[in-house]
């Protein structure tokens, strides 16, 4: 039963669908005397909290922008005086009937901020406690500059109509050339906000060019923007953009059920846009039952009532039951008859099978006032209960059990086969029905065999034949039942491989004589596990050529049964001579110790000879000791009980002590000369050498080696030779390297001829009796005397060893003045200049060129100068005598002048 509706039309954008909310509640029924009843109710709704938004795009249809009441036109960063809302309006839980409008884009509800400053700086993104920010509709927050000012209005009829306020063409401030377009949309109902943007500019050198699209609640931590506009620099979608903020918090329902006297019997409360409710009732009379249903979001609510009738009736009486049992085992045509209901009338039958409810059959009451269920199967049927058409219950009737026939195997007889693997066999199972066929199943060492159909004697005993020995398990089925197991063991005849043997040894190979013991075995095979052929012989004699472990097998057959017998035969008794010797190379004077390795069966007797004339008979003999340079063959032999002998035998080479000696080509040498060193030593057995040179350097396995030695000093060559089985042996060479004297005859230096001489000496070595010299220009003393510029050097020599040093002495005045020069740009004597001839004593220099006439047509006072060029006026002149006119002064104070020709040639 529908017992309200609220229903909200639509009307065409941008007023949003209206909320609808229905609840219905269901359970009319007839109950039987004393019997209960569950009546239900259910409820859906579209009214949603705004603790919670959605936000959606949506076309972009704004209402006319510049109509409605027209506010602070011409006012910057400001609110609105308190604006009284044309209906309420829910926002993030708070219903609101006034508010205030930004110059900055925004709807606020705390009118404490009426005629207040409107910030214009964002500080950041939403939310933050911000007089913009904090319990406002940002429509297109950012710094606006209001000139024609601000509009609202109100459109539409209740309960769908709109507040709406535009910004439209509103400068934006630091930038008034870009101006920008929105609308804030309010809906009655349904508390959805439309913000319409057509135009909105960014200045990106005013507040970073941001703006916020979006809302934040009253505690300013809560707050739902449009992606990408929180904050940051955007625009809206060419030709405008809509979104559309829906709350979307989860209702509340709560359900009360009272009966006619108002009494409470049920309540229930849940959260969702549809909600479901019962309650049982069990009325005595026929009653009225009325639920209480309440919508509700964080703003509203909505009730809701609606009924229930639960009416009375009576159930059929069973007065006496009947059952029949199936004929077979899984038959189903067992039946159970209920007697004492009322003719021609139909009923409901429910029971359960095996504690488990069944599907109820619907019967009708026979002339006798019987019902009957029919096509049962074997088991418990209880709780089986009829019912009328209109629901009224019997009491309960049974439980009933029906059974199906039982067939037993009341024993059994056999015959076992005649020989082992025979399948002639036989087994008779006892106290079936006679002359009745059966299936007969059974195992043979566990493993399901085909089923035979056969048919019982008078007796009533079956035959199952062509059976061999093992494990059978026998059932029958009959008329789809199962008799119970009979297990029977089918016994073959003894059928066992067996055999002895005996053993007679020998040294080169040993004989076993078999016996064959087998029983029931018609034929036999041996493998005498030495790898020959498989003797078929009955019992063989065998002849084995290696002393060890043998696994003979003995193989039984009479081509139905198998058996195989293995046994161990042990002949193992080697002789084998093995030892092993300490070193098999040593050093004279050494020893050798010798180990016994050798195998052999008790008692063995012993005989070593150690290749010098010495032997032994011990099992194992003291260390031999060698004093003579040789190769010796020792030799150990070995004899068992059988008398039989084998023999070993080690080579052991016995070497010279070894020897080294060093031979170097000087062993008194000037710093830095080679040396050669030469290795005397005994190589037989030598498994390296070495030099070590005590200076930090090594070589290794090279002789003769050089080296020389870089520090003067006194050198302990050491020579080491390394062997495998004689000591390691060495040599040392002193080696004395003399150091290099030291001379040093002074810089370099100038001078001028004819102003006097100059002394080059070696003062470092005068001192030295030991010293000898030896000069460029063949003088012998530590000293010379220098009267013209050159190259000047002396060696001084001490114990052999040689050091020289060279000065270079130059000229510190002008003597030369080259007479030719040939400007013809070949890179040789371009230039006329006295370069090579002037010293680092020059301190003013001019020099003046004249041709044949006297006329000047050069002159410098460049002393780094390139000199005249051969031209005039960048003109080449010809080739001929010219003259030239120069002066110079020294640091010294002295002053010189020259004037002479000079020839200038191509």
């Known amino acids: 039963m529908l017992a309200g509706a609220l229903q909200v039309a639509a009307q065409p954008l941008p007023c949003p669908p209206g909320n609808t909310t229905a609840s219905e509640s269901s359970g009319d029924t007839t109950i039987c005397n004393g019997g209960c009843a569950t009546i239900h109710a259910t409820g859906t709704t579209t009214l949603r909290s705004t603790s919670d938004y959605t936000i959606s795009t949506i076309p972009y249809l704004p209402t006319n922008y510049d109509t409605g009441t027209q506010i602070l036109a011409n006012q910057d960063d400001i609110y609105s005086p308190v604006i009284d809302l044309p209906f309420p309006f829910c926002y993030f839980g708070t219903k609101y009937t006034q508010c205030v409008i930004g110059s900055n884009g925004q709807i606020c509800f705390d009118i404490a901020n009426a005629n207040g400053f409107c910030p214009w700086s964002i500080p950041g993104p939403a939310p933050v406690n911000n007089a913009a920010m904090k319990n406002c509709i940002m429509g297109c927050y950012y710094d606006m500059l209001p000139a024609t000012g601000i509009r609202w209005a109100v459109y539409g009829q209740a309960p769908c109509r709109t507040f709406v306020v535009s910004w439209y063409n509103i400068p934006e401030f630091s930038c008034t050339n870009l101006i920008g377009t929105h609308q804030i949309v309010l809906y009655e109902s349904t508390y959805a906000i439309d913000v319409f943007i057509e135009t909105k500019p960014i200045c990106a050198n005013w507040n970073g060019g941001k703006a916020i699209q979006g809302i934040e609640d009253q505690t300013a931590t809560t707050a739902l923007c449009v992606a990408g506009r929180n904050a940051t620099q955007w625009t809206p979608d060419v030709g405008g953009d809509g979104k559309r903020f829906t709350p979307n918090g989860s209702p509340t329902w709560t359900f009360t059920w009272t009966d006619e006297n108002n009494a409470v019997i049920g309540t229930y409360t849940t959260t969702g846009d549809t909600a479901n409710t019962s309650v049982v009732v069990c009325p005595t009379v026929q009653s009225v039952y009325y639920v209480t249903a309440v919508a509700s979001s964080n703003c509203d609510s909505l009730t809701y009532v609606d009924s229930v009738i639960v009416r009375l009736g009576l159930g059929p009486e069973i007065d006496s039951t009947a059952i029949t049992n199936p004929t077979g085992c899984g038959y189903h045509d067992g039946t159970i008859s209920l007697h004492g209901v009322k003719p021609g009338d139909s009923f409901v039958v429910n029971y359960n099978l095996n504690n488990v409810a069944q599907p109820p059959v619907i019967l009708v009451g026979n002339a006798f006032g019987v019902i009957t269920l029919t096509g049962l199967g074997a088991g418990t049927y209880d709780n089986v209960i009829v019912s009328t058409i209109t629901g009224c219950l019997s009491d309960p009737v049974g439980p009933f059990t029906l059974v199906d026939p039982v067939v037993t195997i009341s024993g059994s007889s056999k015959i076992d086969p005649s020989i082992c693997g025979a399948h ?483």
């Open 424 to 906: 002639d066999a036989s087994v008779t199972l006892q106290g079936l029905v006679p002359d009745s066929t059966y299936a007969i199943h059974y195992t043979f060492n566990n493993v399901a065999q085909p089923t035979i159909q056969k048919a019982t004697d008078a007796s009533g005993n079956v035959t199952i034949d062509s059976l061999g020995g093992g494990a059978y398990a026998f059932y029958v089925t009959y008329r789809g039942c199962t008799s119970n197991t009979i297990n029977v063991n089918i016994v073959d005849p003894p059928f066992q491989a067996d055999f002895t043997y005996v053993t007679h040894l020998g040294c080169d190979a040993d004989t076993v004589v078999f016996q064959n013991n087998s029983i029931g075995g018609f034929y036999f095979g041996w493998n005498y596990g030495d790898n020959s052929p498989i003797d078929t012989t009955f019992s063989p004699v065998h002849i084995y050529n290696v002393h060890q472990l043998y696994d003979v097998t003995l193989f039984s057959t009479n081509n139905l049964c198998n058996d195989s017998l293995t046994k161990q035969i042990d002949l193992n008794h080697p002789l084998q001579a093995d030892y092993a010797v300490s070193a098999d190379s040593i050093c004279q004077h050494g020893s050798v110790d010798f180990t016994n390795n050798s195998i052999g069966t008790a008692p063995v007797s012993y005989f070593w000879s150690f290749g010098d004339g010495a032997v032994d008979s011990s099992m194992t003999p003291p260390a031999h000791f060698y004093d003579n340079v040789g190769i010796y063959t020792t030799m150990l032999a070995i004899t068992d009980f059988l008398s039989c002998h084998d023999t070993a035998y080690h080579t052991i080479v016995v070497d010279t002590i070894p020897y080294a000696f060093i031979h170097a080509t000087d062993t008194s040498i000037c710093q830095g000369k080679n040396v050669s060193f030469d290795a005397d030593f005994s190589d037989r057995g030598s498994t390296g050498l070495s030099w070590d040179f005590t200076d930090g350097q090594y070589s290794y396995n090279q002789w003769p080696v050089t080296h020389s030695f870089d520090a003067p000093g006194i050198y302990s060559v050491k020579l080491n030779i390394t062997y495998s089985y004689c000591p390691d042996t060495f040599a040392i060479q002193k080696i004395i390297v003399k150091p290099y004297p030291i001379i040093n005859l002074g810089p370099d230096t100038t001078m001028c001829p004819n102003a006097g001489d100059i002394l080059l000496a070696d003062h470092i070595n005068s001192g030295n009796p030991l010293a000898t010299w030896l000069w460029n220009n063949g003088a012998k003393t530590n000293y010379i005397h220098v009267t013209e510029p050159g190259e000047y050097s002396a060696t001084v020599s001490i114990d052999g060893c040689s050091t020289a040093d060279t000065v270079s002495v130059k000229k510190d005045c002008y003597l030369d003045i080259p007479n030719t020069f040939t400007p013809n740009g070949d890179g040789t004597n371009d230039y006329f200049f006295p370069r090579g001839l002037l010293s680092a004593g020059v301190t003013t220099f001019k020099m003046n060129i004249f041709n044949r006439w006297g006329q000047e047509i050069f002159k410098t006072t460049n002393i780094e100068g390139r000199g005249w060029d051969g031209k005039f006026n960048d003109v080449p002149q010809p080739v001929g005598v010219y003259v030239y006119v120069i002066d110079v002064s020294f640091k010294d104070g002295r002053s010189e002048h020259y004037q002479g020709n000079v020839t200038l040639l191509k």
